[in-house]
């Protein structure tokens, strides 16, 4: 019985699987060539019977024939009998031909029924094989289609690692272009300032605005590689909120946060304004 043993699970390398997937295509076209010989020789053996059958009947009728003489030779021997030594000898002639072909007749029909048993076994064991390989041919064909299947769903998953790679390094080149741009403390400090003018926070700065008056607006940046932006309110020179807004990438929420309040400067660090609340209720800096 032909065999054909693939591990699916220890297949990971799509090329690897097409060159097996080959390689099972040939093995399927020699079991399709193998079947077709052996088919083959069971109508060479169908022809040969044939043959044999037809030269038996051809002895048979020879010795038909043989037999119709030496009736023929008995009579013509009754009715001449000075020929009779003559003919008893021809009569004695024909019998050992016909002895002889009898014998002929029967040693063929032995090696005929040979033959056909041989033939029949053979075709018996021919068929038991193309069974067999009938049966490892459909084997080898849905080990093929699920190699098929496989080698698509890695496809399909290569596909998506490709998608994922290319998208995650886009993230990472905005990421890149987002801290090269933030390593400039301008362009951060004015990055913190976006951050914040988007925030639920800015909106709080607001109604307490609409309360007290514009505020004074002082922003910096804080200490450290990557600071946050620190944005200071201070209404009627008493009341004061500063917040936090820190604009790099991968900070967890919240980016945006009060860092301190209260209605009293003393011990406040004093400094001149450097933004404003512009239009829009936004932050802006620049008086």
Known sequence: TTEVEVDRGEISDPEELKARLGIKDNHIRELYEEITASRLAADEANASKAAGEGYIE???????RLKERIRDLEEEARGRRRRREGAERQVARLERELERKDGEIAHRDYLLERRAEQMEAAGQRAEELASRKDLALQDALRRVDGLERDLEEREGEISN??????????????????????????????????????????????????????????????????????????????????????????????????????EDLSGVESKPPNARVGPGERVMLGL
Do not use: H
């Open 161 to 262: 690692l490709n998608a994922t790679v290319e998208t995650l390094r886009g993230d990472l080149e905005s990421e890149q272009e987002l801290r090269g741009r933030l390593a400039d403390p301008a362009n951060r400090l004015r990055a913190g300032i976006d951050l914040f003018n988007e925030s639920e926070q800015r909106r709080a700065m607001n109604a307490l605005s609409r309360t007290l008056g514009q505020p004074e607006v002082y922003v910096e940046l804080d200490a450290g590689d990557e600071p946050a932006a620190i944005l200071t309110f201070t209404w009627q020179g008493v009341t004061w909120q500063t917040y936090a807004s820190d604009p790099g990438p991968n900070v967890e929420e919240p980016r945006v946060y009060l860092k301190g309040a209260g």
């Open 58 to 64: 051809s002895l048979e009728s020879e010795g038909a």
